[in-house]
C-alpha cells in the first residue's frame, strides 16, 4: 500500500508543473514592434521607437530601478526629454510589469533516498558490469 501511495504521490508532482504550463496564456503582442499589449504599451511605443529600435526594449530585462537609471542615463547622455512624472510613472510601471528579468523555476529539491529504488551496483560506481 505504501510504494501505491508513492507512486501516485510521483505522479501527481510531475502533474502539477504541465498543469500549471498549460494555464499560463502567451501575451499579445503588437505586430509593429513586438511590445507586449498591455496598459501604457502605446505610451512606451511613442516615447521609445522614436530614438531606437523596439527590440531594444524587448531584449532587455530589467527590475523597475534599473529601468529608471537607463532612462536617467539616455537623459544625460542621449538628449532623451524629461517626462511628466505622470509618463514616467506610467512607462515604469509598462516596463516593470512585461519586461523584468525572467525568475526561472528552479528544480525540485532531491528526493529522499527512502523514495529512490535500490541501486544497482553499475548505477553506484559508474561501471559497467558485464
Not at 58 to 85: K, S, Y
Not at 100 to 112: F, I, T, Y
Request: hydrophobic fraction near 45%; glycine fraction near 2%.
Amino acid at each position: 500500500m505504501n510504494a501505491v501511495r508513492t507512486q501516485f504521490a510521483v505522479i501527481a508532482v510531475a502533474l502539477i508543473p504541465a498543469a500549471a504550463l498549460a494555464t499560463t496564456e502567451a501575451p499579445v503582442l503588437d505586430s509593429e514592434t513586438g511590445f507586449v499589449i498591455d496598459e501604457h504599451w502605446e505610451l512606451v511605443k511613442s516615447n521609445c521607437t522614436g530614438c531606437h529600435s523596439a527590440k531594444i526594449v524587448t531584449q532587455t530585462r530589467a527590475e523597475r530601478e534599473t529601468w529608471l537609471e537607463m532612462i536617467r542615463w539616455m537623459q544625460r547622455t542621449q538628449n532623451l526629454w524629461q517626462f511628466p512624472p505622470q509618463v514616467e510613472t506610467e512607462i515604469l510601471d509598462y516596463l516593470a510589469s512585461n519586461y523584468a528579468p525572467v525568475r526561472l523555476r528552479s528544480r525540485r529539491a532531491p528526493l529522499d533516498a527512502s523514495l529512490l529504488p535500490p541501486a544497482s551496483p553499475s548505477l553506484k560506481t559508474g561501471i559497467q558490469l558485464e
